[in-house]
């Protein structure tokens, strides 16, 4: 019998049992919230396999290659800092690391170490990778407009927007 069960145990003292961690009541789904729910979950996995499906047929490159090169693209002087580039990717900074890697393989991407903090670098987008993202470009923009835009109204696309907005400003 473990010590802290009993007391009649030479030289050990007694010790309280482990602290019960009450699990939180559920406050379960009702049968429409589900439906909702998971209509949601398969709509925005079949939104992100088909995007990326399309971008790898045409372009060869994969959604967060394509990311990453978006958002050098948009960052002035073309680059960012590592960890702001996985934040705003919500990528992990060890996977962006390797995405990177293999981007300046490739020519995409460089690395410039920042002058202010030793341990920290840039990702600055190579004019190979400007190319690419222009190639790219309007094979996914196609892609997005037919599996999402072109499927709702103006009024709906906004509403949606202003719902995922409001989604990530609380998590």
């Known amino acids: 019998m473990p010590y802290y069960l009993s007391n009649t145990m030479d030289s050990m ?4 049992p482990p602290a019960r961690v009450e699990a939180p ?15 949601y979950l ?3 996995l079949s939104v992100m396999r088909r ?15 394509y990311e990453v090169l978006v958002r050098l693209s948009e960052a002035p002087g073309a680059k960012l800092r590592m960890s702001d580039l996985a934040d705003d990717t919500v990528a992990s900074r060890s996977r962006l690391s390797h995405q990177i890697t293999r981007m300046e393989s490739a020519g995409l991407v460089a690395r410039e170490a920042c002058p202010t903090d030793r341990r920290g670098s840039f990702a600055v987008l190579t004019p190979a990778g400007v190319a690419r993202l222009e ?6 923009v196609e892609s997005v407009r ?3 835009t072109d499927v709702l109204t103006p009024a709906e696309f906004a509403e ?12």
Do not use: F
Not at 25 to 39: G, N
């Open 160 to 171: 949606l927007g202003r719902l995922s907005a409001k989604i990530l400003s609380g998590l």
């Open 146 to 148: 037919r599996v999402l």
């Open 13 to 16: 003292p007694a010790a309280p």
């Open 25 to 39: 009541v559920a406050r379960w789904l009702t049968p429409a919230e589900q439906q909702h729910w998971r209509a």
């Open 51 to 65: 995007l990326e499906s399309d971008l790898s047929a045409h372009t060869g490159m994969h959604m967060g290659e």
């Open 42 to 44: 398969e709509a925005n």
């Open 135 to 140: 190639a790219a470009a309007p094979s996914h």
